[in-house]
């Protein structure tokens, strides 16, 4: 599946909210499942938490401006 991509968002902390427990691990899973079960390659899945790497020198903290920078680096690899 070279043609499909994702973006898996989970936040676990918002600023006036209690903190959610399994946000994140969602997110997690669903690139997991993506890839093993899904055939989705590894690096088609876009993983976007609080707590996740940054990818090519850009941040994937889940806020408005990194969720635009993403889906305008996926529309421009397709």
Do not use: R
């Not at 899945?45 to 940054?54: A, I, K, V």
């Not at 408005?64 to 993403?70: K, V």
């Amino acid at each position: 599946m070279s043609n499909f991509w994702a973006i898996a968002v989970g936040i676990n902390h918002y600023q006036f909210l209690q903190p959610l427990h399994f946000a994140q691990p969602d997110a997690q899973s669903l690139c997991e499942s993506l890839v093993s079960d899904a055939g989705f390659l590894p690096d088609h899945c876009l993983l976007l938490t609080d707590t996740s790497p940054d990818i090519l020198g850009h941040s994937t903290d889940p806020n408005h401006e990194n969720l635009q920078y993403w889906t305008k680096f996926l529309k421009d690899k397709l």
